[in-house]
């Protein structure tokens, strides 16, 4: 089996491939597991892991100018799919952040949570959310198995799903509202969360991950 973590020059690259691999032990899967930035080989891989990290113009700007946007388009009509953070974002229709076109893969937008956000007991909340926060899954899915409801996962954001239909939301947290957090459907499933900074929950995700035939 190859893994392919795309390398679009937008992301914590190797924090997500060690993690990946960690996640391989886990699972004792033979892998190949590989960063690359070669469509070709994006083109060849059983399975794709697209992370992304900073601000979504610039990544989608670095997807395109890379010439991997066609292979990562590909792949999301027949791999099983992660996307990660921005890698996440960049499936949805458009963003807030700098009026950016995405790829389109799911119906809705993303934006910015509003300024001046506070808490239950009226703290003031920052943009971007930024640390540990809960996640309720909202359906059932094979890459909860042995994650439990409300695990703690770490964010680092300031813009968020708005699907335009709720099927494909997986997964929930609060910021204080509620946001759509893990979307999915069919092969692709992509969190706002970053996995690889996410301890053992984030391991099991990838290792559920490397396991599933969808």
């Known amino acids: 089996m190859k893994v392919a973590v795309v390398d679009y020059g937008m992301g914590n690259l190797h924090s997500v491939l060690k993690s990946v691999q960690a996640a391989q032990k886990l699972a004792g899967l033979q892998a190949d597991i590989f960063l690359t ?24 700007g670095a997807l395109q100018q890379s010439g991997l946007g066609e292979a990562v388009s590909d792949s999301l009509k027949n791999k099983p799919f992660f996307g990660i953070c921005v890698g996440a ?10 009026d950016t076109a995405g790829l389109g893969w799911f119906a809705g937008d993303v934006k910015r949570f509003a300024a001046n956000r506070h808490d239950a007991n009226g703290g003031k909340l920052k943009v971007p959310h930024m640390g540990w926060n809960a996640v309720r899954q909202t359906q059932s899915h094979p890459l909860f198995a042995d994650i439990a409801q409300n695990t703690r996962f770490y964010f680092v954001h300031s813009y968020y799903f708005a699907p335009q239909n709720s099927d494909i939301v997986l997964g929930t947290s609060e910021y204080p509202e509620e946001f759509a957090c893990i979307v999915g459907q069919d092969n692709v499933f992509a969190t706002q969360f970053h996995t690889e900074k996410s301890h053992d929950g984030g391991l099991l995700l990838l290792r559920n991950f490397l396991n599933w035939q969808p």
């Open 37 to 60: 930035d070669k469509p070709d080989e994006v083109f060849a891989a059983d399975k794709i892991i697209f992370p992304g990290q900073g601000a979504m113009p610039d990544c989608m």
């Open 89 to 98: 974002q960049l499936l949805f229709n458009h963003s807030e952040e700098g």
